[in-house]
């Protein structure tokens, strides 16, 4: 119980080389307990592990205490987007984009979309995929694919 946080950090560490999956998110969240900014760590390790829940529930404590990290803001729209919270995902897919203006985030934006889509929210997924490529020549046909399949939906629908 009175370890500090570099006795923690130790033991997390010979847990890793152990693979005691429970042992290094256990470690990994009294070190989250004594400094929060050490939250999205957890986080990230818990989305590793496909638990989306408890993942989301350590970044939302990160933000909470008034933690700001753009990494910590994209695996938590991911969190989220898994959890089937699209408007809450929505908002910090939002944020991350943002933050970042003049760079196309690739990975994200795809991210973003395939969350867009899988809740049939095809007008804001074309609309995201037209604002990008309307940014350079380079990107007139960036995810051309998932663009024509929401081109597809959306004409569909309408018939």
């Not at 939250?39 to 496909?50: D, E, I, S, V």
């Not at 939302?60 to 910590?72: N, V």
């Not at 990975?107 to 095809?122: D, S």
Request: glycine share 6%; with cysteine; charged share 25%.
């Amino acid at each position: 119980g009175g370890l500090s946080q570099p006795d923690l950090e130790r033991s997390a560490e010979i847990c890793m080389e152990l693979k005691k999956w429970d042992c290094v998110e256990s470690n990994y969240s009294t070190i989250g307990q004594l400094d929060s900014t050490q939250l999205p760590r957890l986080g990230a390790f818990q989305m590793k592990r496909a638990k989306y829940n408890e993942a989301a529930q350590s970044f939302y404590g990160f933000f909470q205490k008034g933690g700001s990290d753009l990494e910590a803001s994209y695996n938590y729209a991911k969190s989220l987007a898994q959890l089937g919270q699209a408007d809450e995902a929505i908002k910090y897919f939002d944020q991350v984009l943002a933050a970042k203006p003049d760079v196309l985030q690739v990975t994200v934006v795809h991210n973003y979309v395939k969350l867009l889509m899988t809740h049939q929210r095809f007008e804001q997924a074309k609309k995201l995929i037209a604002d990008i490529r309307k940014t350079s020549p380079e990107s007139q046909s960036f995810m051309d694919t998932e663009y024509k399949k929401i081109q597809e939906m959306t004409t569909a629908s309408r018939e």
